[in-house]
């Protein structure tokens, strides 16, 4: 045998399996979701071997579901930025905590997994979204975006949602659920995730302070504004005036990109010049917005108000929305002024 040859194979071979190492932790370093739902997937096909093998597929895969969706929705990074650890437990009592940047949920696991991944939700989102700043938040408000995020996580899975809605929400006050229908409006283009949560999540800056009537108010008062835009928005009307809001704590402003006549003759100008008049006003947070063809020249305006009016991009996403009867590309960026 050529030692020569043996020894330069035996080198590339773990040379190789080296690499293939380094690159799967780099994975699961970067991807921690991925891993999750490869582990689901395996443990599903042994899940009959023993009732430790099937309890790990029944916690990574709700894990896993519950990862995906915070991704699709767009709070990764903002208003859920934890996790969830399940721990299955022998109490009849659900609790929870925070660790490492988990909600760990220790429950009994149910021989229903719809049954498990429902609870499972109903108590992490309260206790992930919007950590420091729910308590700034109107209640009843508060209270029907945990239950519009939680249905959001659940229709992955129509068994689950349906339990949710039937058993888990059961007899939610008139005051609620009123606000909660506003709110899975909201939600349908994806405005929740990437409007009124970014702009409820700025109030943590009032952390530790006691929460008074006047910030409740505005949370109602800024959720009324985007509902309204919402709704003007997807019937076609008219939306000039709305979509802004300025008050104590909170002053926002959403820029729709649309009206292709005005694009293809002006261009974005327009939109800057709004901008430039809600500055003066005290409005320091836009939201660009638009869908479809017209998401260059919301790119462009972004770009330009970083360019030109000291802002500063905090985000920009597109995504899959629901506008107007159907799923389409959307768009959104949030500027912040800094000057």
């Avoid at 939610?172 to 283009?189: F, G, Q, T």
């Avoid at 917005?289 to 970083?306: D, M, Y």
């Amino acid at each position: 045998m050529n030692l020569e040859w043996f020894w330069s194979y035996l080198l590339a071979v773990l040379s190789s399996s080296a690499i293939t190492m380094v690159a799967l932790l780099w994975i699961f370093i970067t991807n921690p979701a991925k891993i999750e739902k490869w582990i689901s997937i395996i443990t599903r096909g042994f899940a009959w071997t023993s009732e430790k093998v099937a309890t790990t597929h029944m916690a990574t895969d709700i894990q896993s579901s519950i990862a995906e969706k915070r991704n699709k929705l767009g709070l990764t990074e903002r208003g859920l930025p934890y996790g969830v650890k399940i721990k299955w437990t022998n109490v009849d009592t659900i609790q929870s905590d925070l660790h490492e940047n988990k909600v760990v949920v220790m429950m009994r696991p149910y021989k229903s997994q719809s049954k498990n991944f429902a609870h499972v939700v109903s108590v992490y989102v309260p206790k992930s979204l919007l950590t420091k700043s729910r308590r700034y938040v109107d209640p009843n408000l508060m209270k029907s975006i945990d239950c519009t995020i939680s249905k959001s996580i659940l229709d992955v899975n129509p068994t689950a949602l349906e339990y949710f809605i039937n058993e888990i929400l059961g007899d939610v006050p008139e005051e609620v659920r009123s606000l909660m229908v506003k709110m899975d409006v909201i939600n349908e283009p994806g405005n929740l995730a990437r409007m009124v949560i970014p702009e409820l999540e700025r109030l943590s800056s009032l952390y530790p302070r006691e929460p008074d009537s006047q910030v409740h108010t505005e949370t109602i008062e800024l959720a009324e504004a985007t509902y309204q835009f919402v709704i003007a928005s997807e019937e076609g009307r008219n939306i000039e005036g709305l979509g802004i809001y300025a008050a104590r704590n909170i002053k926002m402003a959403i820029v729709p990109i649309g009206r292709p006549d005005r694009l293809l003759t002006g261009g974005i100008q327009s939109h800057f010049e709004f901008m430039q008049r809600q500055l003066a006003n005290g409005i320091d947070h836009f939201y660009i917005v638009s869908t479809a063809v017209n998401i260059q020249f919301a790119k462009l305006l972004v770009e330009r108000a970083c360019r030109e009016s000291s802002f500063v991009k905090v985000f920009a996403e597109e995504y899959m929305g629901k506008f107007r009867g159907k799923r389409q590309k959307m768009f959104c960026s949030l500027i912040s002024f800094s000057g």
